[in-house]
């Protein structure tokens, strides 16, 4: 009987000792100030912080600039396929060369331009077929009337964009597609 009372002292005190250290675990986890987490170095951690950098650049994207991408590359895709109809289908050289050069200048945006969306987490639409025309001359025309469209909303992007990456590839695409449109509109002119 003499040790039951020591017992009992040393077990209230191991409970009381267990409830301290579970208290302040809690109050640790509610305050990170207190204690800072630990850091690891494991992959799986590392692969969420650039999945979450990337969905961050992508949200820092303003829809204007997420619709200009959408539209560009839509657009691009489109000149591409309608250039590989007329470089195989068109009746005048300078028109299948001008197709040609359509294949070659926009193929090559539309790279730089998934690249870019692939680096801003922008999804970006499928390729469609190509539109069909009746005559060179109505591929023409309608080159004309694409090329004065993007080269007015590639301009307003290259000043009224917010990424700095986007307006640096719509200022260097717009003088393409100045270009294209000069090129279009001379041909489109000898046409009958």
């Known amino acids: 009987m003499k040790y039951k009372f020591p017992i009992n002292t ?3 005190l191991g409970l009381v000792a267990a409830g301290c250290i579970s208290l302040s675990g809690t109050a640790f986890a509610q305050n990170p100030r207190l204690y800072p987490p630990v850091k690891s170095n494991s992959s799986p951690s590392s692969e969420t912080k650039s999945n979450s950098d990337s969905k961050a650049k992508g949200d820092k994207l303003s829809s204007s600039d997420k619709g200009f991408m959408k539209d560009a590359a839509e657009g691009g895709m489109m000149e591409v396929a309608m250039g590989r109809v ?3 289908n068109a009746s005048d050289s300078q028109v299948k060369n001008f197709g ?6 926009h193929g090559k945006a539309n790279n730089e331009l998934k690249a870019l969306a692939k680096q801003k987490n922008v999804e970006l639409p499928a390729e469609k077929e190509a539109g069909k025309w009746k005559s060179d001359k109505d591929y023409m025309d309608t080159m004309v009337k694409d090329h004065e469209k993007d080269l007015a909303a590639f301009e ?15 200022s260097k695409t717009a ?3 100045g270009k294209h449109l000069d090129m279009a509109k001379q041909i489109d002119g000898k046409l009958k």
């Open 86 to 88: 007329a470089e195989k």
């Open 156 to 170: 307003k992007e290259a000043k009224e964009g917010s990424d700095p990456d986007l307006k640096s590839f719509a």
């Open 10 to 12: 040393r077990l209230l």
């Open 175 to 177: 003088k393409v597609v």
């Open 100 to 105: 040609a050069q359509m294949v070659k200048d």
